[in-house]
Structure formats: C-alpha cells, structure tokens
C-alpha cells in the first residue's frame, strides 16, 4: 500500500498514538485499531484516483484520509483544507517531520476557499451527512471533477436524502463503492458523486 513511503506511514501512526491523542485530534480508545480503522481504511481510497491528481480533503483534522491518501499516492499532490488552529499546527508540525512534498495545509473552512483553489478530486470522511457535505465539497471542482466521501453502513440513506441537493449541485447518480477488500477484514465504503465530464 505504501511501497517505499511505509516507513513514513510508521511515523504517522507513531504521531497519531502520542502527539495526536495529546493535542485532542483522536481519543486514546482508537490506539489499537490505528492502522485497520483509521489509516489503511482511508489509503485505500488513492485506487480510485487518475495518476497526478490535484485532491483537496476537506476537514482533515487528523490528516484521514489527506496524509494517509498523500502518502500512499505521492504522484497526486494533496491540499489539507482544516478550520481549527491546533489541527492545522498539528498537520504542519507532521508534513514537515514526514518531508512530504505533495502536501499543502491551509486553514480556512472549505467555503473560504471556492475560487481560489480548483481539484480534481475532493475527499472527506466523518464531516458531515451527504446532504450538508455537497455545499462544502462540490464548489471545489469548479464544474469538473468528483467527490469521494468515506461513508459507512449509511451510505445508502444518505443519498436518498440528499436528492434535491445533488440536483441543484448538478451532480451525476452518486456509485457507492467498495475499496480495500483484499487488505481490510471490513472494506472502505466511499460514496462517488461526479460532477460535470471530468478533466
């Protein structure tokens, strides 16, 4: 999964269990279901990335997916887009010891953003509902481009009730897919809403 960058996937595991339960970005509860739950659940997502992909990832907070996705991926380059200062501090503080250079922090909320910044590929998971997630993420794209949100068994209730909001956005029928079945005991469920042809 991480080729020749595992041993800087150690290190972000490593940050996650000290500094990042220390600065309040994840409970001590998650320690033992670091790699399985939260890391190697969201790598698996770059599968679905085109080669050179240009991916904001909305409300990193803990860097899932942003750095987990930008260390497994290191021919896409990643924009972290996170509000809270502590968060940003704590992702500044980890891209920097890792060295990587796809990585981009910015402190904004996502709709400071809107015109400033035009993706390919916008990724978010726990932020929020479909529905409420479509404003914050589908800007991004500038017309062109698609959303890949990690969702879990809800998915499906989701897309139903953001019906009306996936028609104003113009989006395509969201694909529900499944990554990761090969390497994780439970895959990565990751809702796919496109917008416009694509780049």
């Known amino acids: 999964m991480f080729g020749d960058r595992l041993e800087s996937a150690v290190r972000f595991v490593d940050h996650l269990s000290s500094t990042g339960i220390e600065w309040g970005l994840l409970g001590p509860r998650e320690v033992p279901r670091l790699w399985e739950r939260h890391v190697l659940n969201c790598a698996v997502v770059g599968d679905l990335f085109a ?47 890792l060295g990587l250079e796809n990585v981009d922090v910015v402190r904004a909320r996502s709709e400071q953003v809107v015109g400033n910044i035009a993706v390919d590929i916008v990724t978010a998971r726990a932020v929020s509902a479909l529905k409420s997630l479509l404003p914050l993420t589908v800007p991004l794209l500038q017309g062109s481009g698609e959303l890949l949100a990690i969702k879990g068994r809800s998915a499906d209730q989701e897309i139903a009730a953001a019906a009306k909001t996936l028609k104003r956005f113009k989006c395509s029928a969201p694909e529900i897919e499944t990554v990761g079945a090969d390497l994780l005991d439970e895959p990565t469920t990751v809702v796919r809403v496109r917008v416009g042809t694509g780049r």
Do not use: T
């Open 51 to 97: 080669e050179g992909a240009l991916v904001a990832d909305v409300g990193s907070g803990a860097g899932l997916p942003g750095l987990a996705l930008a260390l497994a991926r290191p021919d896409s380059q990643f924009i972290l887009i996170e509000p809270l200062e502590r968060r940003v501090a704590w992702l500044d503080m980890v891209v920097e010891d």
